[in-house]
């Protein structure tokens, strides 16, 4: 965790949906990390979280690995900006297992524009999306032709109640007939922000913990 770096803070309180936070880490020491004041992600207003509260707080290194580890608010701060003070890990850090970016079944609205106008914009819905790309299905009729880059909005439906719009860079990849004559896109994150890319592996954790439920109530 380096200054500059951006943790995400999770937030769950009773009988309420989790809450998530965005900052960065403005200083540090041997026991602390020092953050700026978070940002509700849902609101996107500055929270001032109570001194004591247990968070879950989660970033991502240069290599694209994600980690978490469990941190309290310890003090308000006073340095070049107002800050909090949060626990540095201990022996908690995890890094989250996973392959290099797991693709989960799901079905987010996606809207996509060809940069050299070589097809009209198509808007529809996706089959699976990853921290790489997103599969998506073409209406009938439409076709993407053309090898220059994409324009994508995507709608993330996070479980707090929360919605993350994203707008990214994508290339074609390859065009699918499946068993029911429908076709398929296969779409390739080009230069996705970090940010961005790390709320994309957080819905599809969402997503796999939501599969194996359903998998353990059967």
Known sequence: MKIGSVLTLELKKAG???????CKIIEKSEHYLFIDYPINEKTKKTSFIPKGTVLRALF?????????????IVAKVKLTVPGI?????????KRIQRREFVRVEAAIDVAIHSKNNSFSPIVTV???????????????????????????????????????????????????????????????FINLLKEDQHKIIRFSFEKQREARKKELSI
Do not use: C
């Open 16 to 22: 309420k949906k989790m809450e998530t936070y965005r």
């Open 60 to 72: 991502m290194d240069e290599k694209q690995n994600l980690y978490a580890f469990k941190t309290e």
């Open 85 to 93: 003070a949060i626990k540095l890990p201990g022996d908690d850090l």
């Open 126 to 188: 996706s089959t699976d999306i990853s921290g790489g790309g997103l599969s998506v299905i073409l209406p009938h009729g439409k076709t993407m032709e053309g090898d220059g880059p994409l324009d994508l909005w995507l709608t993330l439906d996070m479980q707090s109640g929360e919605y993350f719009y994203i707008n990214a860079e994508a290339e074609l990849v390859f065009i699918k007939e499946q068993d029911t004559h429908v076709h398929t896109a296969s779409l390739k």
